[in-house]
C-alpha cells in the first residue's frame, strides 16, 4: 500500500524567503506524484505533477517539485514567497498500475507567509 | 473555465439521518470520485465511479454509503445513518479520462458534514 508523509503541519516564512514543503511517499514502484494547493473555502487546485521524464517540473504561481527516487521524495519549493501562497498545500500519489487513478493524500501542510 | 461544483457547502445533522451530499462534475468527464477529510487528518479517498458503476472503493466506504449519477449530470454521496464520525469535509472529484498522467483530477469546494 502507498502512503505519503509530509513534514510539518505548518511552514511559516516571511515574504520573499523561500519555501520548501517536504513529502516523502512509500511505495513498491515510483508512482505518480502530485502536489495540490487549496485556498480557503476553494478545492483542490494542481500546483504541478511528475509522470515520467525531466525530474524537475514546474508548476503554477512559480512553484517547483523534484522527484528524487533515492530518496523517495518530490519536495515542493518556491524561491520568493508571496503573501497570497499562504494555503494549504497537499501532497498526493498514484498508483501507475492503477485503472481509476485514486489519489492518497498526505495530511498537508499549511503554509504562513508573513510580511 | 469549467469546475466542480458542490452542494450544500456545510450540512449539519442528527446522527442516524440520511444525508446526501450533491455534485455536479465538470460536463465532459467521464471518472468520478468521492474523498472525505476529517478535522486534522488526511484526505482520504470513498470510491470511484465509472461507466455507471463504482469501479474503486475503499474501506471506509461501507454499506452505509452508497453513490449514484441520476441524471447524468450530478454526482451523489448518501450516507443512510450518520454517526459522530462521519463529520468531515467531503470532496467530490471527476476526470476526464484515459491515463492519470494526461488527465488531473478536478476537486469541488468541498461539503463539510457536522453530525450531531
Known amino acids: 500500500a502507498q502512503s505519503v508523509t509530509q513534514l510539518g503541519s505548518h511552514v511559516s516564512v516571511s515574504e520573499g524567503a523561500l519555501v520548501l514543503l517536504r513529502c516523502n511517499y512509500s511505495s513498491s514502484v515510483p508512482p505518480y506524484l502530485f502536489w495540490y494547493v487549496q485556498y480557503p473555502n476553494q478545492g483542490l487546485q494542481l500546483l504541478l505533477k511528475?509522470?515520467?521524464?525531466?525530474?524537475l517540473v514546474k508548476g503554477i504561481n512559480g512553484f517547483e517539485a523534484e522527484f528524487k527516487k533515492s530518496e523517495t521524495s518530490f519536495h515542493l519549493t518556491k524561491p520568493s514567497a508571496h503573501m497570497s501562497d499562504a494555503a494549504e498545500y497537499f501532497c498526493?500519489?498514484?498508483?501507475?498500475?492503477?485503472?481509476?487513478?485514486?489519489?492518497?493524500f498526505g495530511k498537508g501542510t499549511m503554509l504562513l507567509v508573513s510580511p | 473555465e469549467p469546475e466542480v461544483t458542490q452542494t450544500p457547502s456545510h450540512q449539519v445533522t442528527q446522527m442516524g439521518q440520511e444525508v446526501i451530499l450533491r455534485c455536479v462534475p465538470i460536463s465532459n468527464h467521464l471518472y468520478f470520485y468521492w474523498y472525505r477529510q476529517i478535522l486534522g487528518q488526511k484526505v482520504e479517498f470513498l470510491v470511484s465511479f465509472y461507466n455507471n458503476e463504482i469501479s474503486e472503493k475503499s474501506e471506509i466506504f461501507d454499506d452505509q454509503f452508497s453513490v449514484e449519477r441520476p441524471d447524468g449530470s450530478n454526482f451523489t454521496l448518501k450516507i443512510r445513518s450518520t454517526k459522530l464520525e462521519d463529520s468531515a469535509m467531503y470532496f467530490c472529484?471527476?476526470?476526464?479520462?484515459?491515463?492519470?498522467?494526461?488527465?488531473?483530477?478536478?476537486f469541488g469546494p468541498g461539503t463539510r458534514l457536522t453530525v450531531l
Open positions: 511528475y509522470t515520467t521524464g525531466a525530474t
Open positions: 498526493a500519489v498514484s498508483d501507475r498500475n492503477s485503472g481509476y487513478s485514486t489519489l492518497t
Open positions: 472529484a471527476s476526470r476526464a479520462g484515459g491515463d492519470l498522467s494526461y488527465n488531473e483530477q478536478f
